[in-house]
């Protein structure tokens, strides 16, 4: 029912072993003292976005993934985006740890592109999440071919002072996108180093035209099909 370019996320591992690794995160990032936590301790052979989104579901936690590795306060900015959500000078972050991950490991200091991306989760007639979330990701051509790949840092926020992007109608269904905005600087309580084969869609990333980055973002915001 989504244009072809929308990924479905993988199905989870729910077990009570996955269960027993989040819960021992969360209680020690609850007792860590200042400092970000390091969540590589608690991973084990989890994998790191299943670990996160295990986390993630037992708590509302804002996700932002960066390059930089010693970030101990993030200050409110105004990024360049076509969604209306975007417009504002915030601190923004993701409740979707995949989503934040694109961010980590898209090397953005060495290679000069653009990045079109977006996350959605469809929801059902009550309000609730009515299938697993979607993805899309793509980066300029030129750069694609380059394979901008780095090791990076996908860093968790407490979510008190982010509000989430309202949700909408999308292709016709109700959906609502995890995107998170806080009006002011958050410390970020636990840290992970990801590698790009940590992320689980790195080899289904798009490339697109730089110059025609709108006419991506207004297709995708549409639901249109993906420009030639």
């Not at 609730?128 to 750069?143: C, E, L, N, Q, V």
Request: with cysteine; proline share 10%.
């Amino acid at each position: 029912m989504l244009p072809e370019y929308w990924i479905e996320r993988p199905i989870l591992s729910s077990g009570p072993r996955t269960q027993t690794a989040a819960e021992a995160f969360l209680a020690a990032a609850d007792e860590a003292p200042d400092g970000p936590l390091d969540v590589d301790e608690f991973l084990q052979d989890f994998e790191p976005w299943e670990f996160l989104c295990g986390v993630a579901d037992r708590r509302r936690i804002a996700f932002h993934g960066t390059g930089e590795a010693a970030i101990e306060s993030f200050e409110p900015r105004k990024p360049v985006d076509f969604a209306p959500f975007g417009d504002q000078r915030a601190v923004f972050a993701t409740s979707d740890p995949i989503w934040a991950m694109f961010y980590a490991v898209v090397d953005r200091a060495r290679y000069d592109t653009t990045l079109n991306n977006g996350c959605i989760h469809l929801l059902d007639s009550e309000g609730r999440p009515a299938a697993a979330p979607h993805y899309y990701f793509s980066i300029g051509r030129d750069a694609l071919q380059e394979q901008p790949w780095r090791d990076g840092y996908l860093y968790l926020l407490p979510a008190d002072t982010f509000v989430e992007q309202e949700p909408g109608v999308y292709a016709g269904l109700e959906a609502r996108v995890p995107q998170l905005a806080s009006p002011v600087p958050v410390r970020p309580f636990a840290r992970l180093r990801v590698a790009p084969a940590d992320f689980p869609f790195l080899a289904q990333i798009r490339g697109h035209d730089d110059e025609r980055l709108a006419e991506y973002a207004q297709a995708v915001m549409t639901a249109a099909p993906w420009p030639e």
